[in-house]
């Protein structure tokens, strides 16, 4: 499995009208899905694929979607938080997108994941995508704890991301947007929907509906160790 088979997922997506952003397409294209997923020849399939511990990495598209709400708040500087960060994928993705390279302006993106394993298999994901020194500096963090409760300390966060369905809005993330900043995230339980929740710069916060979806859980790491491989 080869770039090529990545620039062809590439070309569908915008044919298709999944990126409709040059930002987003040229972001995407910089991060290779194959270093991502445990079994590289349905790297470039698009739809979800476990990884592992009860966690999933979204399908292709779902990911194109969530940056392309996000990507008002995604400029040079922004700091990113990226809840249930699994593989690591959408932290490289999100790194290209608040970095500019040319000026050397750098955002930073936390990736924050309860599941320890996954944390330590995702660093090694990103510097097998040439993203080590990324990490190495800070600009990019993957650290292990409990989303729910995001990281207060290296807030407030102009975008946030959300990977798993809560069963209801978490109030800590919320808190953790800045002024202004917006959140997407899955919200339910039997039914889900995409939540795009945005903070105004006087603080004032109003939620939307966009879509329905069927995410994994956003729960804790006893419960997710038993949802299964």
């Known amino acids: 499995m080869h770039r090529r088979d990545q620039r062809r997922v590439d070309r569908q997506h915008g044919k298709h009208g999944l990126i409709s952003s040059d930002r987003v397409q040229a972001a995407m294209k910089r ?10 020849h349905e790297a470039y399939e698009d739809s979800p694929q476990r990884i592992g511990h ?11 979607h969530a940056v392309e709400y996000l990507l008002p708040f995604l400029r040079p500087g922004s700091r990113v938080l990226d809840v249930g960060s699994g593989s690591g994928y959408l932290c490289g ?13 750098t955002g930073t993106v936390v990736g924050i994941e309860h599941i320890p394993e996954l944390v330590e298999w995702s660093e090694g994901n990103l510097r097998r995508d040439g993203l080590g020194a990324a990490l190495d500096s800070g600009n990019i963090k993957m650290i292990a704890g409990d989303g729910r409760q995001g990281l207060a300390e290296a807030g407030p966060y102009h975008a946030i ?37 945005d ?7 109003t939620q939307k509906e966009l879509f329905d979806v ?9 419960k997710q160790r038993t949802m299964g491989p």
Do not use: W
């Open 31 to 40: 991060v290779d899905r194959a270093h991502y997923v445990r079994n590289p």
């Open 199 to 205: 903070k105004d710069l006087d603080g004032n916060v």
């Open 161 to 197: 991301h959300v990977g798993a369905a809560a069963p209801t809005m978490p109030q800590a993330l919320v808190d953790q947007l800045a002024r202004p900043g917006r959140m997407f995230i899955p919200v339910g339980e039997d039914t889900q929907a995409i939540i795009q929740v």
């Open 214 to 222: 069927m995410y994994v859980p956003l729960t804790d790491q006893a």
């Open 54 to 64: 009860g966690a999933t990495i979204s399908a292709p598209h779902m990911h194109a």
């Open 93 to 105: 993705v999100l790194h290209y997108l608040v970095t500019d390279l040319d000026s050397g302006v």
